[in-house]
């Protein structure tokens, strides 16, 4: 049996993507949970250039980066397609994953951050989000009617931006503004084939308002 090993933070969007990759193939994994003010030495050996979460290690070996985790973990383990099987829809997904994977770091900005800072990450939140609505119009999701690869890197934007929303008691989504992305975040929360590999609302919820607070009584 192959021995899988996920360092990670269970509240970590990056994190979860893997989680939701390997739940999906049906790999049984060991998550070992890191503490980035003191990171563990296996961490900071098996990830020595970014020093960062996730890393998955699969027999020994370790694979950093949560979009390559993805492929990696598609291209390795039996059981249902992650990426999709045609070649341009293949070219699609990766696109619109890069996408979010460079613009959703915005949603976390948007509520740590102060001041000036705090304002930009929220024009380059809506900016994303303008674009997404757009996209999404008439589609079920990003590539065909399948739920997949981008779907799952696009978690942030899905789940942890409400969460964040509600921690924070600011709203900045609506449907009147963005109403495809929230047909479609609407239908990612609410599908039954997706419950079973979302972490719990109830302690993401908890957790970042204690971060928010925390930040709040820092300043």
């Not at 993805?70 to 992650?82: A, N």
Request: net charge negative; proline share 5%.
């Amino acid at each position: 049996m192959a021995d899988v090993k996920l360092l990670g933070l269970w509240y970590s969007p990056y994190s979860h993507r893997v989680e939701w990759a390997l739940k999906i193939k049906g790999v049984k994994y060991e998550f070992i949970e890191e503490d980035l003010q003191n990171k563990s030495p296996l961490l900071l050996e098996s990830n020595p250039i970014y020093k960062k979460i996730p890393v998955l290690i699969h027999n020994g070996k370790p694979i950093c980066e949560s979009m390559v985790i993805l492929e990696y973990i598609d291209e390795t383990f039996e059981g249902p397609s992650i990426l999709p099987k045609d070649p341009y829809d293949r070219a699609i997904a990766r696109f619109w994953a890069k996408f979010f994977d460079e613009k959703g770091s915005s949603v976390g900005r948007s509520f740590f951050l102060k001041g000036e800072e705090q304002e930009k990450a929220k024009e380059e939140l809506y900016e994303m989000l303008k674009v997404v609505d757009t996209e999404l119009k008439d589609k079920k999701y990003f590539v065909g009617d399948k739920f997949g690869f981008v779907d799952i890197v696009a978690n942030v934007a899905a789940l942890w931006l409400g969460v964040l929303e509600e921690a924070s008691g600011v709203v900045l989504v609506t449907n009147e503004i963005y109403p495809n992305f929230c047909a479609w975040r609407d239908k990612y929360i609410n599908c039954s084939e997706n419950k079973e590999y979302l972490p719990s609302r109830n302690e993401l919820l908890a957790k970042f308002k204690a971060r928010i607070l925390a930040a709040s009584v820092a300043e």
